[in-house]
């Protein structure tokens, strides 16, 4: 048994760089992927975790090494071999690094900007537009206006926006999303639904639009890979993202927002075209005739008022939405049964918002009344 | 061949009427070693304290139902866990660390401002107190350690108050510390010692001391600001008002990232000091790993939006924090590989204080590795705020500094006490927590990946095997604490005695009586050698009789 220890690092690093490999390919830790965005961060952490594994294999196979190879036999006092550098080592372990950082700074960059990361529409909204003519639009509905309309004053870009593909082109479907302590509300300002839970269709491009009402929350689909604070006051976020795969996920509450942080969640359904038909026709057929009438009546005014009968109409929804944030409140409460006390001073709590989302209601029924006030 | 030539008159005089009493250590005393060891036994003391609310919290996770203790509770206790086990715990215990060592490294007296130093370890008893106090009297800060508004704000005046309140004078005491670190490393050397020199943990402690107070005021200036939003009214970060609570989340952690390596480079600090004393060769790569100490520092102080990469932070901000994150694994990955060239070829001696210190190495590096994938945008973007970050966090905090303060401990244990502690014991501490601390945290990773967020005290039931396998950890961690309470107590009052330099090293520290006389040394030493020439000079230097039982071991011929 004479090897030669140059055989033996080869063999050991040719083993290092297969099971890396392998395992790179193979941990099977991330949940199912939704979106094509899912593939590509994939992809990079795949990559990343090739390269995570090599590095850990190396530094854990040297300890090992030493442990056994060169632990202190009895009786031995001397000293190691007094070796206090070696310059061109030092060098390659310093290039090495180097070069890995560049690799998946540069990968990285690139998978930020085919998902959207950098998209221009996102970070100036031509749609801020319209809410800038309206009078007093910010005093009276504080929460409508938040969720429905970017600021006009809004700069940056915060979140995931098109695609380079779909960059400039509106998206397929847009909703409003409203995060309060301890639920999400989902506005489709085109359709006049609000649903406490989302729907959209499959491969088509769908563009959410986040705000906060209270603290700030995140909205995170895991099998999306897509994460967004949603912050309260006048800043917007936005996920932009194409749902490949029909199912049922997830969506999460992911930052601090309270005792019921947990609790926060609800979900995503991704139908096919038929499902979402069927769907979105279950929700129109609910739809009160109120917001029509209102529309209607004011003829003079019709182009004028359309922002607000529209704004109405999510007023409508939001009422109901908490009706639907109620019952899952409740049913939380049963799951947590130790919760439920204190779940029942959330729904007084969201019952009193909803007295002054009734307040704000009637403000603008007058102002439709009198525009001119 | 030891570093220093002391002259042999001087060991005589060592055991005078100068000797310490136990009460010492109870009193406003200026002398930097009581100063040292009054911040590690109290920083151990919040250790347990943070690490009994470690242990509830993974209680109420052991099932995805909320029902061990109320939600306000959970998030009281997973504020004050990080608040205490952060500011509490590993900072000041890095301060204890650097209290004791740094004059004695250098061969100085004292530390050049002792009753400076004495003041800022008297701020963190009543702050660290009245902070784990607001617990029982139901009035825990519950908005997590960072305390982001508008959330901190909302969830009770008391309670926030006092988390300000002891922040800010935590942070005052520390910046007190990096002062007196910063000019006593500067101008207090022996004359002998050049700053390439130094042992590797003064440098460490020169970019910890430096990032103390780069970041520090920051920090002290949000929580002012915060103060006033809190208790005034007024909206600096309240959108309500027309506030920003973005800059709150800048301000925050343009202090709170550089902490990181507040937290762990006293400890990278320790490593390199450890390493080539039980592995008897010298520190591979002396300048690089001096060097990369402030690298790190100087890099540490750009990457703070890294934190924030989901937040109202804009596209082209996240790529430059990403670089720069990413870059800092360039001078990491230079301390990690001169480690182990250190310890490659050795005579490593495996015993409580060695193995910690290899610990380090092997759980740390999962931490840095994870910490490069988080620095990636678009990954981070999927994990952040979820256990991916926990499990992560750990690893650099746990697996890092918690590693290294053990191997801290039982290193210079001869040293501060003047007694060797029970090697079985401390192997047996070693295997708890290295089972236990993976046993709690490698499951994380997993948690996170799949979905599981952080912070909350209910969760989706098909998380429910994982997170039992982390509470099972935690309470293995929980109970390895119990040999090390032991042995450490057990062998300060009756271990057998150790000499001056049991280890048979050669940095300043080892060159006078375990433990040192009031004034340190006698006679200042003067240098004749490098702090980690093992196995360079085999001729015989003359060596003062307390030494004469370590001589043996290090005159022999080996290598
Ligand atoms: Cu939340
Ligand atoms: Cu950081």
């Not at chain 1, 193979?26 to 590095?55: C, K, Q, W, Y």
């Not at chain 1, 056994?68 to 030092?90: A, H, Q």
């Not at chain 2, 440098?203 to 001391?209: G, N």
């Amino acid at each position: 048994m004479n090897i030669p220890s140059s055989i033996l690092t080869m063999l050991a690093g040719i083993a290092l760089t297969l099971a890396s490999i392998w395992y790179g390919q193979n941990h099977g830790l991330m949940p199912v992927e939704a979106s094509r965005d899912a593939e590509l961060i994939d992809g990079l952490f795949n990559t990343m975790m090739t390269i995570g594994t090599a590095i850990f294999l190396l530094v854990e196979g040297v300890l090992l090494v030493c442990l056994v190879k060169f632990r202190r036999r009895p009786g031995d006092t001397s000293d190691g071999p007094p070796i206090e550098g070696n310059i061109s080592l030092e060098i390659v372990w310093t290039a090495i690094p180097v070069v890995i950082v560049l690799v998946l700074g540069v990968y990285s960059f690139d998978v930020y900007n085919s998902m959207g990361g950098f998209d221009p529409e996102a970070a100036q909204d031509p749609s801020a537009v319209q809410v800038a003519m309206l009078p007093g639009d910010s005093e009276v509905m504080p929460l409508i206006e938040g969720a429905s309309h970017p600021m006009g004053h809004q700069h940056l870009a915060l979140g995931i926006g098109a695609s380079p593909e779909t960059a400039g082109k509106p998206a397929d479907l847009t909703v409003n999303v409203l995060g309060l302590q301890y639920a999400w509300i989902f506005t489709y300002p085109d359709l006049g639904i609000t649903a406490g839970e989302l729907h959209v269709p499959v491969n088509k491009d769908v563009r959410l639009l986040l705000k906060a009402q209270d603290v700030i929350h995140a909205f995170w689909l895991p099998e999306f890979r897509l994460k967004q604070d949603v912050m309260p006051g006048s800043l917007q976020s936005e996920l932009r993202f194409t749902p490949t795969r029909a199912g049922e996920y997830p969506i999460i509450c992911a930052e601090l927002c309270g005792p019921y942080h947990g609790a926060m969640a609800s979900k995503l359904y991704v139908h096919t075209p038929e499902e979402y038909e069927t769907w979105l026709q279950s929700q129109v057929a609910n739809r009160p005739d109120q917001v029509q009438t209102i529309a209607s009546t004011s003829d003079p005014n019709v182009n004028y008022l359309a922002p607000f009968s529209q704004q109405l109409n999510q007023q409508w929804g939001i009422d109901r939405a908490l009706e639907h944030l109620h019952s899952q409140v409740h049913s939380q409460a049963q799951v947590h049964s130790q919760a439920q006390v204190h779940s029942q001073a959330q729904v007084h709590a969201q019952m009193d918002r909803s007295m002054e989302l009734t307040a704000d209601h009637s403000n603008l029924q007058q102002l439709i009344a009198h525009p001119a006030a | 061949m030891t570093q220093t030539e002391i002259p042999s008159s001087i060991s005589t005089a060592h055991h005078g009427g100068t000797e310490r009493k136990w009460w010492h250590y109870f009193t406003f005393n200026e002398d930097h070693k009581v100063i040292g060891v009054q911040y590690l036994v109290t920083a151990f003391f919040f250790y347990l304290i943070g690490g009994l609310m470690a242990a509830v919290i993974r209680t109420e996770l052991a099932t995805p139902a909320s029902d061990f203790v109320s939600p306000e509770t959970y998030n009281g206790l997973l504020t004050l866990h990080g608040t205490i086990m952060i500011f509490l715990w590993v900072v000041p215990a890095g301060a204890g660390l650097a209290n004791y060592l740094i004059p004695l490294m250098i061969g100085a007296r004292d530390m050049a401002f002792p009753k400076l130093n004495a003041m800022a370890f008297w701020m963190i008893p009543p702050a660290g107190i009245t902070l784990a106090l607001s617990l029982l009297v139901g009035e825990a800060p519950q908005a997590g350690w960072t305390s982001y508004p508008p959330l901190s704000l909302m969830t009770g005046k008391v309670g926030e108050g006092i988390w300000i309140f002891s922040l800010l004078v935590l942070g005052t005491s520390s910046i007190l510390g990096a002062i007196n670190f910063l000019v006593t490393i500067l101008k207090m050397r022996v004359p002998s010692m050049p700053t390439n020199k130094m042992p590797l943990f003064c440098w460490s402690m020169m970019a910890t001391a430096l990032l103390i107070l780069i970041g520090t005021p920051v920090l002290a200036g949000a929580l002012i600001l915060l103060a006033f939003d809190l208790l005034v009214g007024t909206a600096f970060f309240n959108p309500m008002g027309g506030g920003d609570p973005i800059v709150y989340q800048h301000m925050f952690w343009f202090y709170s990232h550089p902490a990181v390596y507040i937290m762990v480079l006293p400890l990278f600090g320790a490593i390199s000091e450890i390493l080539p004393v039980h592995a008897r060769k010298p520190v591979f790569g002396y300048q690089a790993i001096a060097y990369s100490s402030l690298a790190i520092a100087f890099l540490g102080c750009i990457v703070w939006a890294h934190h924030m990469f989901t937040s109202g932070t804009p596209a082209w901000l996240r790529m430059f924090f990403m670089i720069a994150t990413m870059v800092i694994a360039v001078p990491t990955g230079i301390k990690v590989f001169g480690w182990l060239a250190t310890i490659w070829g050795g005579k490593l001696s495996l015993n409580s204080a060695m193995l910690f210190a290899m610990g380090f190495v092997a759980v740390f590096v999962i931490g840095g590795i994870t910490g490069v994938m988080l620095a990636s945008v678009p990954f981070d973007i999927h994990v952040h705020d979820t256990y991916f970050v926990v499990a992560h966090l750990h690893y650099v905090l746990f697996g890092g500094s918690v590693f290294g303060l053990y191997a801290a401990i039982y290193h210079w244990f001869p040293k501060i006490t003047g007694r060797l502690v029970n090697e079985t014991w401390g192997r047996i501490h070693f295997i708890l927590t290295f089972i236990g601390m993976n046993l709690t945290f490698m499951p994380m990773h997993q948690l996170g990946l799949q979905g599981m967020n952080r912070r909350i005290a209910l969760y989706d039931p098909k998380f429910t095997s994982l997170n039992e396998l982390a509470t099972i950890g935690s309470y293995l961690l929980a109970v390895s604490t119990i040999p090390f309470l032991i042995n450490a107590i057990w062998s300060w009052a009756k271990g057998p005695k150790a000499d001056g330099n049991p280890w048979n090293a050669l940095t300043l520290e080892w060159q006078t009586s375990s433990p040192p006389a009031i004034e340190n040394f006698e006679v200042l030493p003067v240098l004749t050698s490098g702090p980690y020439d093992y196995g360079l000079e085999e001729e015989e230097v003359g060596l003062p009789t307390a030494q004469a039982g370590s001589a043996t071991l290090s005159s022999s011929p080996g290598a």
